[in-house]
């Protein structure tokens, strides 16, 4: 069992900046990619960012791309979500996944294990 947990969700203004942080416990020696979807009120859970544990391929959506960066913490399983720039449309609860697989990790299928979420509120 894996559990994937999130925190560094807030309150900030717009232009500002957090970072998300994800921890994996458990028996996580399957888990080779992590990554952040979000979703807000009344919206469909999206993808976010990817990136495979070895740091050799990384994703953005459209809408985060030169203002958000995954990265690999210096623990084994540990991953960030560096958010700078932010929008009042990057409002949602944030969610980190996980899984064993290094292909289609824009999708949400392609993740085994998903944490509860962190809120992120951007005001305007």
């Known amino acids: 069992q894996v559990q994937l947990v999130e925190s560094g969700g807030g309150l900030v203004e717009t232009g500002g900046s957090l970072r998300l942080s994800c921890a994996a416990s458990?028996?996580?020696?399957?888990?080779?990619?992590f990554g952040w979807y979000r979703q807000a009120p009344g919206k469909q859970r999206g993808f976010v960012a990817a990136i495979k544990w070895s740091g050799s391929s990384i994703y953005y959506a459209d809408s985060v791309k030169g203002r958000f960066t995954i990265s690999r913490g210096n623990a084994k399983n540990t991953v960030y979500l560096q958010m700078n720039n932010l929008k009042p449309e990057d409002t949602a609860v944030y969610y980190c996944?996980?899984?064993?697989?290094?292909?289609?990790?824009?999708?949400?299928?392609?993740?085994?294990?998903w944490g509860q979420g962190t809120q992120v509120t951007v005001s305007s």
């Open positions: 996944a996980a899984g064993p697989t290094s292909r289609g990790l824009t999708n949400r299928g392609s993740y085994d294990y």
């Open positions: 458990g028996s996580a020696f399957d888990i080779i990619s």
